[in-house]
């Protein structure tokens, strides 16, 4: 609304205080990474010359594993969204500590299948 509205919070959206860590999308974490190997590109859309992107949202656990993956924006070839889901499921880091507490961190991230010509 032009000129702000009675209600409405100075600076912008308020960012939810469910006590986890949200961080911007595709910022990097501030997180050690245990394991974290990105997505295969499906080898049937590959030959076929498919290129696509994926955003998911996911809620890194006290414990470092991935808790919640939610896709935001789906691809059109369900291979994609496939193959994503399948490698964030394995991703596991230490876990993230504030005031000597481990905390969720929410991040969300964009998968971008590409294809180079060389």
Do not use: S
């Not at 990474?33 to 498919?50: F, H, M, N, Q």
């Not at 193959?83 to 507490?101: E, I, N, S, V, Y």
């Not at 929410?106 to 294809?115: D, G, K, R, W």
């Amino acid at each position: 609304m032009i000129g702000g509205a009675l209600e409405g919070v100075p600076g912008g959206i308020p960012l939810p205080d469910d006590g986890r860590l949200h961080i911007d999308r595709d910022k990097p974490l501030p997180l050690v990474a245990i394991y974290r190997e990105y997505p295969d590109y499906p080898e049937r859309e590959r030959l076929a010359g498919k290129q696509a992107t994926v955003v998911v949202r996911y809620v890194i656990g006290k414990d470092g594993w991935i808790r919640q993956l939610d896709i935001l924006l789906h691809a059109e070839q369900a291979a994609f969204d496939e193959a994503t889901l399948k490698a964030l499921r394995m991703w596991r880091f230490q876990p993230m500590l504030q005031d000597g507490k481990p905390v969720e961190v929410v991040h969300e991230l964009t998968v971008i299948y590409q294809l180079a010509y060389r």
